[in-house]
């Protein structure tokens, strides 16, 4: 009776933790300034609202299947060097607010510079052309400041072209001599015409033909996490079309400010430039520690 009785309390014990309300948080515990990380987060009980703030910023997430997974980054800035930064989530169950948070790292990397000779028109724009660069950068940054709803960011995603890399992202770069800040992309090797692909499901948010850019895609895959594809010499989508990985979106080109044919692809995350080489399978995403939670 007594090896009974003991049985019943196990198999109680083992149903109540199977049906307990479980958290698991996974990320990096260390992170490089410039470099993009998966922040995922499960949950196995019915939650219509996640809400992340990472760096001041607050992100919205609806889990799907009790998964939110979305890219976040740290500035390319040596300053962060050293810091701790704070990932705060939240979400409300049974009537209160759970609140967790994690601590990450982040560490020094340094990044090369260049030298590159463009047009002179392409360091000092005519003055005919000032107000035409401003309607752009406005509509680029009002682009990038988007934060929308969206499914779970993949773990792969598909290169947008084969070719390798030729100019790495977080180069401090310089034109004709003048220095211009750092690479705030990644240059992939593509002749003209190369069809380019998109790297996840999103939406095409701006499209158009650049001064500096040349002919851009903006595609937004939620959670501020917004792709950009520069230099095009044809777009094959519409403003607000849907794409999924792998949907061919334009052909690769030299307009723009240019030194040869390629493909500039950016990563964003709320306007700031991430590393986008991760997105093309050439580097890895830092590794990732979870830590499990009951409430």
Known sequence: MKKLLHALLLLLILVACAHAA?????VPETVNQGQPFFAQIRVNVPVPEMRLMWRGSRYT??????LCRTLLGVP?????????????LEFDWKGQTIQVERDIRVSLKRYPSEKLKVSPKMVTPPASLRSRIERERAAVKKTLALRTHADPLPRTFTP???????????KSRSYNGVVKGRHGGLDLRAAVGTKV?????????????HYY????????????VITTYFHLSKI????GARVKAGDVIALSGATGRVTGPHLHLGLYL???PLDPLPLTGRAPFPAETETIYNF
């Open 22 to 26: 479980r958290l698991r948080v996974s």
């Open 61 to 66: 997430a609806r889990p799907k299947n009790g």
């Open 76 to 88: 390319n800035d040596e300053k962060q060097a050293g810091s701790t930064q704070k990932l705060t």
């Open 160 to 170: 947008p072209v084969k070719g390798s890399p030729t100019s790495l992202y977080g």
């Open 197 to 209: 692909r998109a790297p996840a499901a999103g939406r095409v948010v701006l499209t158009g033909n």
């Open 213 to 224: 850019a040349g002919g851009s895609v903006y595609i937004d895959h939620g959670m501020g």
């Open 236 to 239: 094959l989508v519409k403003d």
């Open 270 to 272: 709320s306007g700031t």
